[in-house]
Nanobody
Framework: QVQLVESGGGLVQAGGSLRLSCAAS????????MGWYRQAPGKQRELVAV???????NYKDSVKGRFTISRVNAKNTMYLQMNSLKPEDTGVYYC????????????????WGRGTQVTVSS
């Protein structure tokens, strides 16, 4: 069984910062791409940032220059440093990872965390 757990969300004023963490655990053989998604009330879930196992990153245009995604492969952990937060960054932030699970052959499957709430007040 594999689990992704997010932490670090909370309430912050506009202009403030938060750091989200995502820890993967379980029978993990390897983790490929990892990413952060968010879902605002009444809106569809959207991609915020992704990072490959080799450290290549990509960001949603509206967060470029403010958010930084990183990971520590040895710890199966990913982070999202969010600076200069805006009210429109409010939402539930989800961690996702494409992984190869031990004992299930070479197939890659996508796994999701349960999310952490980020609220930015104006």
């Amino acid at each position: 069984q594999v689990q992704l757990v997010e932490s670090g969300g909370g309430l912050v004023q506009a202009g403030g910062s938060l750091r989200l963490s995502c820890a993967a655990s379980g029978s993990i053989f390897s983790i490929k791409t990892m990413g952060w998604y968010r879902q605002a009330p009444g809106k569809q879930r959207e991609l915020v940032a992704v990072i490959t196992s080799g450290g290549i990153t990509n960001y949603k245009d509206s967060v470029k220059g403010r958010f930084t995604i990183s990971r520590v492969n040895a710890k199966n952990t990913m982070y999202l440093q969010m600076n200069s937060l805006k009210p429109e960054d409010t939402g539930v932030y989800y961690c996702a990872a494409r992984m190869v699970v031990t004992g299930r052959g070479p197939d890659q499957d996508d796994y999701w965390g349960r999310g952490t709430q980020v609220t930015v007040s104006s």
